[in-house]
């Protein structure tokens, strides 16, 4: 069974960068980072396949980015000019299916979750 692990949640200043790490423990057809914040529903982020294929949420394109490190089963997000309303739990998933027209959320049929990093953006 596929073990998702996230790290690198922390309190930062607008404008500031943060990487998020989640450790892999097995191939899978995609990864993506979704966030979830208080009150709001869970959206799609970041996703990258098997192919090395990656599609981004519009809100976070050009200040984003999702890599995985195949040799470690690391999957990361490096995120850049952090905004406040970037703020919110981030999770690691892996997902069986690709569908870019979803953007951030375009690794799908998702079948494994880590258990959530959390990220505050002050202004």
């Known amino acids: 069974r596929v073990f998702l692990q996230e790290s690198g949640g922390d309190s930062v200043q607008a404008g500031e960068s943060l990487r998020l790490s989640c450790i892999v423990s097995?191939?899978?057809?995609?990864v993506g980072w979704f966030r979830q914040a208080p009150g709001k529903e869970r959206e799609g982020v970041a996703a990258?396949?098997?192919?090395?294929?990656?599609s981004y949420a519009d809100s976070v394109k050009g200040r984003f980015v999702i890599s995985k490190d195949n040799v470690n089963n690391t999957l990361h997000l490096q995120m850049n000019s952090l905004k406040p309303e970037d703020s919110a739990t981030y999770y690691c998933?892996?997902?069986?299916?690709?569908?870019?027209?979803?953007?951030?959320?375009?690794?799908?049929?998702?079948?494994?979750w880590g258990q959530g990093t959390l990220v505050t953006v002050s202004s």
């Open positions: 990258i396949n098997n192919i090395g294929v990656t």
């Open positions: 097995e191939d899978s057809y995609c």
């Open positions: 998933a892996t997902g069986t299916a690709w569908w870019g027209e979803l953007h951030g959320g375009a690794c799908h049929s998702l079948d494994t």
